[in-house]
DNA sequence: TTGAAAGCGCTAACAT
DNA sequence: ATGTTAGCGCTTTCAA
């Protein structure tokens, strides 16, 4: 093994090594203009033998050419966002590019900063969750002169492209699902979080609906923090022991709506005769459990696809244009929790 | 809204809409030296103004710093390495430093590419899970000349720091723990992952433990893909179905443990009597399962901030020595469905 | 407190 | 097929 060294090599190393110019050696590293099969075979060589690994900020500042994509989530704790990635990372894979993340905990300020510090870096393409964002983080994106996708949602005005689902129809979707089902003293389960404005447009689709049938929510709760299986259990529990009559509880995602299920099936109560249960998100856990919840899948692993190829692509023809707009169509997928329509 | 342009705004361009050199400006964001606070003042808005947003490529080169630690895991879909992720970010967090993501997919060859792409980055440091590499990782990693830290696992030589658990004491701990309450046929359920080399020593621990009390795996199953829980329903069953004497389960993770669980008491079976179980990890999701399955922690978190620890600490003080080695104890949890002790 | 010059390690563009 | 020259946009260093 080459000794552990301090400075680390250059071009320059491998060059003095191999008898060749640096420029020679260059070209041989990134398999780029004519070089003759010997020499090639005998730079590769010394490179490998010296442990030469180049210097991709020398190269980046050089030719300005980054071939990194800033993909900017506001969590990886929430499963969404790592299948978001997986597609992202699948986009990518037969290009040159690749993804970068950064995590912003979903606080606009530190959005502002994730973006400013990876434009810095001045990557080939931004891919970032939500249309909501400060003016100054909008104003940075706009100006980056990068292919921007913004993805997840698609209700509101973009910056350039969009790759995403409208939760509001969404949210309108379930709740017809669910009146046309004959349910009619509905819960709405949720987290505290104000700055979640997919759930948010959801509730307001949902809600809208409902108001069209002449229903209003008849109770609710929310959470933060903690286990959410735990959470989806005691909500339920909470809010049952206030409102025994709901006969539909509508969770803002899978995983608490994974956890009033358990919680309502030890308790005996008959699914989806007396009690319909609803989730949002189609993650595979739900495939594991007693009785398969209704949800909507939120076409997470597709939208990370659609991103990366429009980044790829005016990646690979900057004259393309912007603005591509990609509306995906979730599915509603009934489960077991979500009894038939009635008929009439 | 500064309007949308080709050519990303530089120092220059700061310099001459503010009337002072570039020298001075990089000065004054970068807060550095003295700089008289009119000066400041005009610079900051005028960059403000303009949107200005520095080049780090440049930077880097110029001043050979490079403020990214390279973090190197095999997944992102495996809830452990999004919470190891997250103790890296908050032992980062006070300091200059910010964690890059790089992912393997368990892949030796992959890793190795990873690893020669974010050190051609020159980050100020690496920090990668497990022991276990291709001699040119290993190779890439020692002559890197920045601290090294591997993670989640200590059975192995580092190549500098490491900072993990012993999943082969881990495996141990458990086989006696099951031995003690009294088991005697039990099963394996496990993935069928050969490179998951932290899954397989817990299962060498767990089985050379047992054997010193005369005791063998009765039966085994594997599974790849799918969603965990679904999966360890069906193995549950399977392995039930041909070796229906087993007394205990362990299962390699808590998630597959989980779905084994919610499977057994759909069954109606005697949990903790008539069956054991345990499984691995002390993921947040058990808190919500019906009955809390037997696992242990494999301290995530802690690992996280102490790896993070570590590179920050030498990133502070370059003189400080590599190789340190933090062996952190897992503690094991019986939840509701390992039995007491057998007394005598 | 401010500025001027040199150069980080590489690659584009132009020789040869 | 190979070499030479001139930067990329910043920071370091030294001078004023």
């Avoid at 190269?59 to 990635?85: D, H």
């Avoid at 389960?189 to 002449?214: N, V, W």
């Amino acid at each position: 093994m080459p000794p552990r060294s301090k400075r680390p090599l250059t071009l320059r190393d491998v060059s003095e090594a191999s008898g060749v110019s640096e420029m020679t050696v260059s070209r041989v590293l990134r398999n780029k203009g004519d070089v003759s099969e010997t020499t090639r075979l005998r730079v590769k060589e010394v490179a490998r033998r010296l442990g030469y690994v180049p210097n991709k900020i020398a190269g980046a500042l050089a030719s300005s050419r980054v071939n990194l994509v800033a993909v900017v989530i506001p969590s990886l704790g929430n499963m969404v966002f790592p299948e978001v990635l997986s597609g992202i990372s699948e986009g990518l894979e037969e290009t040159v590019l690749q993804p970068v993340v950064g995590v912003t905990d979903y606080l606009p300020e530190k959005e502002e900063r994730v973006l400013f510090e990876m434009l810095s870096w001045r990557p080939s393409g931004v891919i970032v969750a939500g249309l909501e964002h400060s003016e100054a983080s909008r104003a940075m994106l706009a100006r980056s002169g990068v292919p921007v996708v913004e993805i997840m949602d698609v209700d509101g005005e973009p910056v350039d492209s969009c790759v995403g689902i409208s939760h509001r129809r969404a949210g309108r979707q379930m709740a017809e699902a669910i009146v046309t089902a004959g349910y009619g003293r509905i819960g709405f389960l949720g987290t505290t979080m104000p700055l979640d404005h997919r759930a948010r447009k959801r509730f307001e689709g949902f809600t809208q609906t409902l108001g069209k049938s002449g229903i209003e929510i008849a109770d609710r709760e929310f959470y933060s923090g903690g286990s959410a299986l735990a959470k989806g259990r005691e909500m339920t529990q909470t809010l049952l022991g206030r409102s025994p009559d709901l006969d539909f509880l509508y969770y803002s995602n899978d995983m608490i709506g994974a956890g009033g299920l358990l919680y309502l099936l030890e308790q005996g109560i008959d699914i989806p005769g007396r009690m319909g249960l609803a989730g949002f998100n189609g993650v595979e856990l739900l495939d594991g459990l007693p009785r398969r919840l209704a949800t909507m899948d939120a076409c997470r692993r597709e939208i990370g696809l659609r991103a990366a190829a429009i980044i790829a692509a005016r990646h690979a023809d900057p004259t393309l244009p912007g603005g591509e707009i990609v509306e995906l169509s979730p599915t509603l997928d009934p489960g077991q929790t979500l009894r038939p329509a009635r008929p009439g």
